[in-house]
């Protein structure tokens, strides 16, 4: 009994031989094509990364590094009388909600947020280089499907973690 495969014109019946044929065929197209894949994949990875980074940055980088120096320092120095102003400005954000707080939770919240944000730059570096390691040697589709499942699993949850 002959296997069939659907093409535009219709099923078509493969006999044994025509089948081993076609599949040869098929792996080969496969083959040919999956090194594009990969590399889109990897490009992907690289582009995805950096457009997370940007949007949660929005620009600000030198201002959250700055709001992280002035609390690292205004911690070290045993939270002293005269507040930085990246310290300040996280009181006066509170106080415009109608929230009071201290010069020294001011400066651990920022602190706080900053480690949460180090430790999210960490996690994206170390899943971006693994990932498009992975993706370079995967030998095969399915490794290559498997890998991008992950990083997109990975992304949802990073994205979860700095909301």
Not at 51 to 66: D, F, I, K, P, R
Not at 95 to 111: Q, W
Not at 117 to 133: E, P
Request: with cysteine; proline share 4%.
């Amino acid at each position: 009994m002959p296997n069939y495969h659907a093409t535009s014109e219709g099923n078509i019946p493969f006999t044994a031989a025509e089948e081993i044929e076609w599949q040869a065929a098929q792996d080969a197209y496969n083959a040919a094509k999956f090194p594009n894949a990969k590399a889109a994949f990897i490009l992907a990875v690289k582009s995805e990364a950096g457009a997370l980074t940007a949007q949660v940055l929005q620009g600000l980088g030198s201002e959250y590094e700055l709001a992280e120096a002035e609390a690292t320092a205004y911690k070290a120095a045993g939270y002293p009388a005269t507040v930085p102003l990246s310290v300040q400005s996280e009181i006066n954000s509170k106080a415009a909600k109608g929230v009071t707080i201290t010069a020294t939770v001011a400066c651990d919240t920022i602190l706080s947020a900053a480690t949460g944000w180090r430790g999210a730059q960490a996690s994206l570096r170390d899943k971006r280089l693994t990932t498009t390691s992975a993706a370079e040697v995967a030998v095969d589709a399915p490794a290559l499907d498997t890998l991008k499942a992950s990083w997109a699993a990975f992304l949802v949850e990073l994205k979860t973690q700095l909301v």
